[in-house]
Structures are given as structure tokens and as C-alpha cells.
């Protein structure tokens, strides 16, 4: 079966792309990353900061049920074109890792299907694999996400 | 092809990644990586020998204190090692595609 989520990591290369096909039309993914309420719901982190425009930034955070953050990130954004392209920095805060680069490329497939092609580039080759064999602070985040659901079912009944 | 499975499951548990990514970064005996979970010291330690068993974690008797790091080597060897990476994005992007499709402008 062809995967919708694709990653391409080349060896000894310090970047990779990730690429996915989305059944929804180009406006709407765009505003997946555009509108802070829904960045905040499918990346199941709060939002305290989103400013979409050059030299603006962004500020995630998650915390477990109990209050502790467990996650911390910012970034700067470099460019903000609508239904287009974001170019932004990603860095986790309280983490081992270099700052990194990010080029979000938004594309209309069809009316009703558009892809996105985001190119990560990391400080050294050594890092980018360090990154991609253990996410751990997602993998944190991941689970948090897992509970939080559960736990939005619950709380909905 | 069984060691393969086994590796992935290895790495499927947020828990046992949280530990490679632990000792990724230096050599750690058992007691002090438990000290980064909140769950009990046995299930930390069954997690750990998983992770031996699938030769993730290598020990290394240091003294009296067993160390564990990270087989980088048995990590290079897993050719899927990116698919949990994928995986979290394949999941995030699900998501967001399902929000979206849900999705109702405000007016």
C-alpha cells in the first residue's frame, strides 16, 4: 500500500524531506498551519505564540495532566506566503539539539487534494540521524497527545 | 526476519525510546535512568531487557555498576530505523487532516 507520509533522508546528508498527499484543498491544509486553535489541536501542543509573518515567531508548549511541561519549543519565521510556502526555525527548548531549518512547500494537487513538501536541515548529518532515530521528546508529546485524547472522550462522554 | 519484528517492537514503546534517547547520550546504569520515570524501577528494568535482548543496549561492567549504551551499530542496521519518525508525522498529518475535513469557518 502507497504511504501518504513519506520521508526521504539521504546517508551522510544533514537534511530530509518529509512529503504528504492530503485529501483536503489547498486552503484548508494551509490553514492547518496558519490558524493557532487548530495548529494547537493536531499537534496536540498549546500555542502561546504564532505570528504569521517575516521576523515574526512562535512559541509550543505541553505539559503533562500535571502541569510539568514536558515540551518546549520556538522559532522565528522567515517567510509567510498564503496557500504557499513558510520558511521558519524550529528549536526545542531544554533539548541537546542545534536549531533547525524549515521550508514548507503548499501545493494544489486537485480542488480537493493538495501536498506538502517541508525540508528539514539540521546542523550536521549526525544530528539529522540522531533526530530521526529517536524522537523522543515527540515521542513524549506523542503520548501526551494519546492521552489527551482519551481523556477529551471522557471528559465529552 | 523474527529479530526484525522484535526490533520494532522494541521501538514502538514510547518508554523504551525515551530510554535509548536516554543513554544516546552517555552511559547509564539502571538505577539512573529509572530515575528518569515515573514508573517503577521493575518495569524500567524489563524495559532495559528488552532492549538488551534485541541488542539496542549493550552493557558494560564499569566497577561494580553495569552500564548500558546505545549499539549504534545495531541501530545502523535497522534499515526501516526512520519508520517511528514517519510514523509520528504519518499521525500528526492524519489528524490534521481530519480536523480539517471537520473543518467550519468561523462567521
Known amino acids: ?20 498527499e492530503f485529501d483536503l484543498p489547498l486552503d484548508l491544509l494551509f490553514k ?10 493536531w499537534m496536540g501542543t498549546k500555542v502561546l505564540k ?22 518546549k519549543a520556538n522559532g522565528t ?10 520558511i521558519r526555525t524550529f528549536e526545542m527548548e531544554n533539548a541537546p539539539f542545534a536549531v533547525q531549518l524549515e521550508f514548507l512547500e503548499f501545493e494544489k494537487l486537485t480542488e480537493e487534494t493538495s501536498k506538502l513538501t517541508m525540508q528539514i536541515v539540521y546542523k550536521s548529518p549526525d544530528l539529522r540521524d540522531q533526530m530521526l532515530k529517536l524522537p523522543f521528546e515527540y515521542g513524549l508529546n506523542m503520548a501526551h497527545n494519546r492521552l489527551q485524547e482519551v481523556v477529551g472522550k471522557i471528559v465529552k462522554g | ?83 517511528p519518525f514517519r510514523k509520528m508525522w504519518d499521525d500528526r498529518f492524519n489528524k490534521l487532516e481530519s480536523i480539517m475535513k471537520n473543518y467550519q469557518p468561523k462567521k
Request: charged share 30%; hydrophobic share 35%.
Open chain 1, 77 to 86: 519565521i522567515h517567510e509567510f506566503t498564503l496557500n504557499e510556502r513558510i
Open chain 2, 1 to 83: 526476519m523474527e529479530i526484525r519484528r522484535d526490533v520494532f517492537q522494541a521501538i514502538a514503546d514510547p518508554t523504551r525510546r525515551a530510554i535509548l534517547s536516554l543513554v544516546a547520550i552517555q552511559a547509564m546504569t539502571p538505577g539512573s535512568i529509572a530515575e528518569n520515570f515515573e514508573s517503577s524501577r521493575q518495569t524500567i528494568s524489563k524495559h532495559i531487557q528488552i532492549l538488551t535482548e534485541c541488542e539496542l543496549l549493550e552493557q558494560q561492567q564499569n566497577g561494580r555498576e553495569i552500564y548500558y549504551h546505545l549499539n549504534a551499530k545495531k541501530m545502523k542496521e535497522i534499515a526501516d530505523f526512520i519508520e
Open chain 1, 1 to 20: 500500500m502507497e504511504q501518504k507520509t513519506k520521508i526521504k533522508a539521504e546517508n551522510d546528508k544533514q537534511d530530509l524531506v518529509i512529503t504528504r
Open chain 1, 50 to 71: 504564532l505570528e504569521n509573518k517575516k521576523h515574526g515567531g512562535y512559541e509550543f508548549e505541553t505539559s503533562d495532566p500535571n502541569g510539568n511541561v514536558v515540551f
Open chain 1, 32 to 41: 492547518a498551519y496558519a490558524e493557532p486553535e487548530i495548529v494547537a489541536q
